[in-house]
Each structure stands twice: as C-alpha cells, then as structure tokens.
C-alpha cells in the first residue's frame, strides 16, 4: 500500500502510541478506499491522504482528550543516542499539536505550505506563521552545541 | 527587502515556493545582512535535525 510508512511516521508523533498510530493509518486507508472515488485524477495523492489522516486524527481528539505524544525508549536505539534523536524527539513532543504538525507535515514530509494549507484547511499565512513558531521553538529547545555536533 | 520581510518569507524560501525573483531578492538581502544568514543557516540545520530524527516506520498489517 502506497504511503502507510510516510503516514505512520507522522501518525507516530501525533498520537500517544504505536498502536494507535497504526489504528489511525489503518483508518486513513480505510476512507480513503472507502472514498476512492472523490480522488481527482492527476492530483496529489499524497496529500490527499494524509489530509484524510489529518482529518480523521481531529475527529478522534474532539472524541476524547487532545493526545500528547509519548516518546518510548524503544523507538529508537538508546546506545550513546549519537544523533540526539531523543533531544529532538523531546523538542518537538513539547510543540503545541498545530506547531508539531506543520514541522512533521513541512519539514519531515516535505510538503509546501501551499499543500498544508490545502491537507489543514486553514489558509497558507496561518502554515506559514506556525512554521515559523514552530522552527524558533526548536531552535530554542535545541541546545546550539547539539545542533553545531550535528551540521 | 528589509530583514523583517526576508524572515517572513524563510519558510517559503526553504521550501522552495517562492517565485524566481522573490527568491532573487531574498538571495540579495542575504548576501549582505549576515545576520539574516545565519537565521537561514540555523533554521536549515533544525530542519536537517529533525528529518534526521524520524526515520520512516516499519509498516505491519494487523
């Protein structure tokens, strides 16, 4: 199935756990075969899938309690943690869910805020204002040292 | 441009949706305000950072 790795990557860091992560992208492919037939050909699938996601993710926040992302221990190997990939995990587990999604939807998956715009529907200031939020609170979360190991 | 109106467009310049010569004009501005450079250059390792931090998930049908 096209997609479910990109789409459970973001899921991973929208919700709380693996396991609803993947029952969010299992629904996601569920609607959108469900939905097939409103796809317009020659659009952008990607988008129009993890707009589907997107959308299923808020019906199930407004259900119960806005979720918080829980970063396990074993999501990623622990030895020496030499990317500080648990920094950076923590950083954007701190960002309000607007902020977290634009950096995982922009930065992670690349898409355009013209194409954010489109999968959030809000307009493209409101993709570009967060971004930019988004992108200073992690530059202040992440210590300059880490990020000049990093470059 | 001034510094103000090249920090509000970063976003669209990093990814790349900015037309030929407003891209133009931010390439300007930043070949002479290194302070506006900087900005870019750290913005663009935080980017480099958090795609390097999230690898994309194993996939499994349950």
Redesign the interface.
Same mark, same amino acid.
């Given at each position: 199935m096209p997609h479910t790795r990109t789409l459970l990557r973001v899921a991973r860091r929208l919700t709380s756990n693996p396991a609803e992560a993947e029952d969010l992208v299992q629904e996601t492919m569920l609607l959108a075969w469900r939905g097939f037939h409103q796809f317009r050909e020659g659009t952008n699938l990607r988008a129009w899938l993890f707009r589907i996601m997107m959308n299923a993710f808020y019906a199930r926040s407004r259900k119960r309690h806005p979720t918080t992302v829980s970063i396990s221990t074993n999501d990623f190997p622990s030895e020496g943690d030499l990317g500080g990939v648990t920094e950076v995990l923590a950083a954007i587990e701190g960002l309000p869910a607007e902020q977290r999604t634009v950096i995982l939807l922009g930065v992670v998956e690349g898409f355009t805020c013209l194409e954010m715009a489109e999968i959030l529907s809000v307009p493209p200031g409101t993709v570009m204002s967060r971004l930019s939020r988004a992108r200073q609170a992690l530059r202040d979360r992440l210590s300059p040292k880490c990020i000049a190991k990093e470059a | 441009m001034n510094c103000a109106e090249v920090?509000?467009l970063?976003?669209?310049y990093l990814? =790349?949706?900015l037309d030929a010569a407003r891209a133009s004009e931010v390439r300007a501005h930043l070949a002479s305000c290194p302070a506006c450079l900087s900005e870019l250059e750290?913005?663009a /390792?935080?980017?480099?950072?958090? +795609?390097?931090?999230? *690898? /994309?998930? *194993? $996939? +499994? $049908? =349950?």
């Open positions: - | 920090l509000e970063f976003s669209l990814s =790349r949706e750290h913005q /390792e935080v980017d480099a950072r958090v +795609r390097g931090s999230l *690898p /994309e998930s *194993p $996939w +499994r $049908w =349950r």
